[in-house]
């Protein structure tokens, strides 16, 4: 039989690794999941380079830190120093870590949950979720498009490739600019494609500026404004591909013609934004409430926010929600009534939250 985990967490940023690591102290058998391709995969593809790490703590909260080694110094480090010391911990400690996998849902089980991934199936007695507040957004397209990346892991691996940048911002535009990066030094002239739907790309000053020197130094980029992606298929090879209207002319008669470009997905990335976790709380069934005109203090008329109880267990039994996912707040079940708490997104709140979970974790599984 499989072994069943005492907790499985979900997402390897702050939360995520104070969840284990705590688990590993406190004698727990533990699995982090984490969709990319190294832990702080959220954080590495969210800060600008270079910036520094505060260890911010929400006004009027008097906890320190919960698990101090996990803090960010006093004196800021960058990110790259704070993801490069975090990496190495979770190696030194030896927490159970598996990359590259992503959560899909949660199934129930006589006495274990079942947690579903792309690389198959976990069993746990509880279930933590931390996987942040963004969840990159998929593409909308007829066929399946999971082939298509979400982000730049290396810009090294698209060297020597013609390759589809799809979004109009600021993030699709610096991914351009380090895959430009890469081909230059390696000399490789096959151009980048930087399609958007609308007729205009949407990107400020700073970004404008670093793209325009890349340019200026050789940087082969081709446009397709009004380009919206269509299909997800795979061809006759067996090849997975992303077929992407560039233009339409209508004709007499209702018809109309098109022009369409079709990409090997791994020649993609689609720098689309991310969407809120309310659409994966949806799917796996545990509760929110939209919030009333004047009920709310942190969150707008009509945001769902998840049910939780002090010990941030959902509506479903053995699942806990924690960190940047319950950002900025949720609904407290106390004592018979419900109420907003705020919930700052930062460091300090994802690991305390994480300290809160496993303690209460380790005391009902020790009972
Ligand atoms: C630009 C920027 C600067 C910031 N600066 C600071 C600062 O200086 N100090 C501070 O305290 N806070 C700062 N914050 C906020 C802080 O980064 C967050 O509060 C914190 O990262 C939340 O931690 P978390 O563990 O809840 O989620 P995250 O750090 O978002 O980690 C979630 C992890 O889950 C993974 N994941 C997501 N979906 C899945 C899935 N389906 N399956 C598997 N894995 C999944 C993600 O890849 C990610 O690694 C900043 C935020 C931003 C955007």
């Known amino acids: 039989m499989d072994q069943i985990y005492d907790v499985i967490i979900v997402g390897g940023g702050p939360g995520g690794i104070a969840a284990a690591y ?15 391709k190294a832990v702080f995969h959220g954080i590495s593809t969210t800060y600008p380079e270079g910036k520094n790490v505060y260890p911010s703590k929400p006004k009027d909260d008097p906890e320190p830190f919960m698990v101090e080694e996990l803090r960010p110094p006093d004196k800021p480090v960058t990110v790259e120093k704070y ?9 030194h ?20 949950q079942r947690v579903i991934t792309t690389k198959g199936t ?17 593409l909308s397209v007829y066929g399946d498009a999971k082939m298509v990346a979400k982000s730049l892991d290396d810009p ?7 390759t589809l940048v799809i979004g109009g911002g600021n993030s699709a535009a610096d991914v351009i600019i380090s895959i430009l990066k890469a081909k230059r030094s390696a000399n490789d002239k ?20 670093r793209l325009g020197e890349e340019i200026l130094l050789g940087g082969n980029i081709r446009l397709l404004p009004g380009a919206t992606p269509r299909i997800g298929e795979v061809d006759d090879e067996g090849v997975d591909r992303l077929v992407i209207r560039v233009a339409v002319h209508e004709l007499p008669g209702g018809i109309e013609r098109y022009n369409a470009m079709s990409f090997p997905m791994k020649n993609v990335i689609a720098c689309i934004g991310s969407q809120g976790p309310t659409s994966t709380f949806d799917k796996i069934g545990v509760q929110t409430i939209a919030c009333a005109e004047g009920v709310c203090q942190v969150a707008k008329e009509g945001d769902r926010l998840l049910l939780l109880t002090s010990e941030f267990e959902s509506t479903r039994k053995g699942v806990y929600v924690i960190g940047g996912a319950i950002s900025p707040s949720y609904m407290k079940i106390t004592k018979g009534s419900i109420q907003e708490e705020r919930h700052p997104n930062l460091i300090h709140t994802a690991i305390n939250d994480a300290y809160h979970v496993i303690s209460s974790i380790a005391t009902k599984l020790k009972k």
């Open 22 to 36: 705590l688990c590993h102290k406190q004698g727990l058998s533990h699995l982090l999941i984490e969709s990319g």
């Open 83 to 91: 993801i490069q010391y975090v990496q190495h911990f979770v190696q």
């Open 93 to 112: 400690e030896g927490l159970n870590v598996v990359t590259e996998t992503q959560f899909e849902n949660i199934e129930t089980a006589r006495d274990h």
């Open 122 to 138: 976990f069993l746990a007695r509880k279930i933590l979720l931390a996987f942040g507040s963004s969840i990159p957004k998929e």
């Open 156 to 162: 090294k691996k698209y060297v020597g490739l013609r």
């Open 190 to 209: 096959e151009p980048v494609y930087w399609a958007h739907v609308a007729e205009t790309f949407d990107v400020n000053k700073e970004t404008a500026q």
